[in-house]
């Protein structure tokens, strides 16, 4: 047991032991700390990397004296100085870039009665209770064409990325600013269901009545095309036969039909130049026509013409009544409702009356001058424009526009019909008057021949 002088020499020991030991500072490497300034930066790079999509910019490194190098880690300095930059990402296509990609892709393929199928089922599951991003997407699965599908599907993610229908429809070419800008009311209104169903309506008619109207412009066309293929057969085949056979047999030929064989070379000959020279003309009046001012023309010299004028007047008061009535009462403006319908016209040669319209509503006067106008233009009959008067002064103007409309479409119909019904003698009339020439041209000499040889006179 230790006593109480050892006890101070104890505590001396204890306290030695506790003496801290002086350690000789070392400084450290500039290097080292650029190090770890990168290696503490690159979490930091990484996350603006995600953010935001680009190229992020290297953090700057601590600044040091690169006159005095330290010459225990040269090779740590060089690996820092070259230290690879990350690389730079490929650009990101924008929204819109993507948006006309789908755009383009889906339009191929896409025909008129395909869009007006998908709207009437459209509306048959609205009106069941289905939401419309699950009618959306059911009907995207079920279309009869890969093209339909594509441009439902395009519109589903549309809205299901948070965006209104009708900007979903004015993504794609196929849906005009009035079928748009109705929509778009419709949805602001709550009405979309009542619209839908009124353009389905309005498309509808609209299509019968432009393919009834190509019908009755297009047969004409493809008989005359028929009867001028028969006649270079004729000519090639049939013709130069019975010439050689009467210079085999030396008979004098009489001048109508020494015409018609020279008539019937140049057929023979020139049909292909003749018929690119058509096909060049067609090509060119194309071109000429996707200019507003030359399409405007071609549209007024188009009902001067006989019979088809009539026709494609009345198909003009038809497109602008019912589309007039139409978003009149899907609650547009008046000067809204005059903007779109000169948009849709598809005779652009009714656009200044229509843009007329508009000017006199915009300065208060309203329409009856810009309508009798249009009506010294022979743009609208008088008794049409008398009617718009009235319905305009009676608060009533959708109604008796709609009413104007159905009226010149049944007239259309039976205008239609009526060319159909006399084209068909008229073309067998002028075959057989074709026959009759050829008949006669060729057979004249041949039944000289033959009285000749009964004769027994000389050939």
Request: net charge positive; glycine share 6%.
């Amino acid at each position: 047991m230790a006593t109480n002088a050892d006890k101070p020499a104890v505590a001396a020991k204890k306290k030695v032991k506790r003496r801290p030991v002086k350690k000789k500072a070392v400084k450290k490497s500039p290097v080292k700390r650029s190090v770890t300034k990168e290696a503490s930066s690159e979490p930091k790079m990484k996350r603006v990397v995600k953010k935001k999509l680009i190229t992020p910019r290297m953090p700057e490194q601590d600044s040091f004296d690169a006159s005095e190098p330290d010459s225990n880690a040269p090779t740590e300095s060089k690996e820092t100085a070259a230290a690879p930059r990350p690389e730079k990402r490929a650009a990101v296509p924008s929204a819109r870039a993507i948006q006309e990609a789908v755009t383009a892709r889906t339009i191929r393929g896409v025909r008129g009665r395909d869009i007006t199928s998908f709207l009437r089922q459209l509306i048959m599951m609205l009106d069941a209770g289905t939401p419309l991003l699950k009618s959306l997407k059911s009907l995207s699965r079920r279309g009869e064409r890969q093209g339909i599908r594509d441009l439902v599907a395009g519109m589903t993610e549309y809205v299901e990325a948070g965006n209104p229908l009708w900007q979903a429809f004015a993504r794609y070419k196929e849906f005009d600013p009035v079928f748009v800008n109705l929509i778009k009311a419709s949805e602001a209104s709550g009405t979309l269901t009542t619209v839908l169903a009124r353009l389905v309506k309005y498309r509808s008619a609209r299509e019968l009545m432009a393919k009834r109207v190509r019908n009755a412009m297009i047969y004409p066309v493809v008989v005359m095309c028929v009867c001028v293929a028969v006649l270079v057969i004729i000519a090639k085949v049939l013709i130069p036969e019975f010439v050689s056979m009467f210079e085999k047999f030396e008979i004098e030929m009489p001048s109508f039909t020494t015409g018609f064989i020279a008539v019937s070379d140049i057929l023979s000959t020139y049909w292909l130049p003749g018929l690119v020279a058509l096909g060049l003309l067609g090509v060119g009046y194309k071109i000429l026509v996707q200019n507003p001012v030359w399409r405007m023309r071609a549209d007024r010299m188009k009902l001067r013409l006989p019979v088809v004028g009539i026709i494609l007047q009345k198909n003009a008061i038809v497109d602008f009544t019912h589309t007039f009535a139409l978003m009149l009462r899907s609650g547009l403006s008046m000067m809204a409702t005059l903007d779109l319908c000169k948009n849709a016209m598809r005779n652009r040669a009714y656009v200044p009356a229509i843009q007329d319209m508009r000017e006199s509503v915009e300065r208060g006067e309203g329409l009856e001058q810009a309508l009798r106008n249009a009506e010294r233009s022979q743009l609208f009959p008088g008794v049409v424009v008398d009617m718009l008067i009235t319905g305009e002064e009676t608060g009533s103007i959708d109604v008796i526009s709609d009413q104007i409309g159905d009226i010149y479409e049944q007239e259309v119909e039976i205008e239609v019909s009526s060319i159909n019904e006399t084209i068909q003698p008229v073309i067998t009339v002028a075959m057989g008057f074709i026959v009759g020439i050829i008949v006669y041209a060729l057979f004249t000499p041949l039944v000289s021949m033959v009285d000749q040889i009964a004769g027994g006179g000389p050939l």
